[in-house]
T-cell receptor
Framework: AQKVTQAQTEISVVEKEDVTLDCVYETRDTTYYLFWYKQPPSGELVFLIRRNSFDEQNEISGRYSWNFQKSTSSFNFTITASQVVDSAVYFC?????????????FGSGTRLLVRP | EAQVTQNPRYLITVTGKKLTVTCSQNMNHEYMSWYRQDPGLGLRQIYYSMNVEVTDKGDVPEGYKVSRKEKRNFPLILESPSPNQTSLYFCASWGLDYNQPQHFGDGTRLSIL
């Protein structure tokens, strides 16, 4: 089965706290891509990061960092020193080829609320 | 400016009245896709296209049609809308290079009464 699980439905933190959003995926494919998207209250989807299955190097972009571990099929996202503007729904997604098709599977999302 | 443009942004209509949601991208992307977003279910892929005249079903294609006659446009057609198609719809496009980000439109909120 191909699946993305974001077990945390909602997380609430106080500003300046660090927060980690979990993402666990399932696939038997050896080649796939993983994504994170942010959906702020205004509703649009903002691309954050894409990783391929052969690149397990962790990535840091400002206050954002991503930890990709194939051994545990996880692609977790950490926000350091959270800010109110980080309040949004965050989606993890898995992209892979199925025959000649191209499939993108989203998790159900984690709603992050950062309180002042 | 790189853009995916969806229209309309909001639509309230009635069961059975055919409607089309347009999607256009200006990045010469090969891939385009439609998703619907429902509470607790995340985004689910409806249809996608790998290039002109090449389309395929996603996870929830029932009740929808698409076409890709030109590279930039990928309209979503609801021939006979029903209330269970009330949802938030997103169009996306992306290129062949995996380092390019995917681009999403701003969403279309459809209400079928």
């Amino acid at each position: 089965a191909q699946k993305v699980t974001q077990a945390q439905t909602e997380i609430s933190v106080v500003e300046k706290e660090d927060v980690t959003l979990d993402c666990v995926y399932e696939t038997r494919d050896t080649t796939y891509y993983l994504f994170w998207y942010k959906q702020p209250p205004s509703g649009e989807l903002v691309f954050l990061i894409r990783r391929n299955s052969f690149d397990e190097q962790n990535e840091i972009s400002g206050r954002y960092s991503w930890n990709f571990q194939k051994s545990t099929s996880s692609f977790n996202f950490t926000i350091t020193a959270s800010q109110v503007v980080d309040s949004a729904v965050y989606f993890c997604a898995l992209s892979l080829r199925v025959d000649s098709s191209y499939k993108l599977i989203f998790g159900s999302g984690t709603r992050l609320l950062v309180r002042p | 400016e790189a853009q995916v443009t969806q229209n309309p942004r909001y639509l309230i209509t009635v069961t059975g009245k055919k409607l089309t949601v347009t999607c256009s991208q200006n990045m010469n992307h090969e891939y385009m896709s439609w998703y619907r977003q429902d509470p607790g279910l995340g985004l689910r892929q409806i249809y996608y296209s790998m290039n002109v005249e090449v389309t395929d079903k996603g996870d929830v294609p029932e009740g929808y049609k698409v076409s890709r006659k030109e590279k930039r446009n990928f309209p979503l057609i609801l021939e006979s809308p029903s209330p269970n198609q009330t949802s938030l719809y997103f169009c996306a496009s992306w290129g062949l290079d995996y380092n390019q980000p995917q681009h999403f439109g701003d969403g279309t909120r459809l209400s079928i009464l």
